[in-house]
Nanobody, 124 residues
Framework: QVHLVESGGGLVQAGGSLRLSCAAS????????MGWFRQAPGKEREFVAL????????YYVDSVKGRFTISRDNPKNTLYLQMNSLKPEDTAVYYC?????????????????WGQGTQVTLSS
């Protein structure tokens, strides 16, 4: 089992940047594929990005490609999401999640462990 805690959310102007962090504890962090999801008001939770266990491969939803970067520091048991050129439509609660599914797990059901979420709000 792994316990996940996100941080780094906040209020930012459109065009600005934020870096989200997700601290993991419990079972070996490096044994999980890690992902970021987000849920905007009135919408379903959606996949944003994932990174494989070693950190060598990443995958993004089209809407954030070129703006967001997912990374991980396995010795520090921490996952990151660097978000640049933020847009009002990026406003959401952002969740980190851990998966034992190999490949490209983009479904919520692929992830067994979730953090509590951190709010990101864009002001135009």
């Amino acid at each position: 089992q792994v316990h996940l805690v996100e941080s780094g959310g906040g209020l930012v102007q459109a065009g600005g940047s934020l870096r989200l962090s997700c601290a993991a504890s419990g079972r070996t962090f490096s044994s999980y594929v890690m992902g970021w999801f987000r849920q905007a008001p009135g919408k379903e939770r959606e996949f944003v990005a994932l990174i494989n266990r070693s950190g060598g491969n990443t995958y993004y939803v089209d809407s954030v490609k070129g703006r967001f970067t997912i990374s991980r520091d396995n010795p520090k048991n921490t996952l990151y999401l660097q978000m640049n050129s933020l847009k009002p439509e990026d406003t959401a609660v952002y969740y980190c999640a851990a998966s034992t599914v190999l490949g490209i797990p983009t479904r919520q059901s692929d992830y067994a462990y979730w953090g509590q979420g951190t709010q990101v709000t864009l002001s135009s």
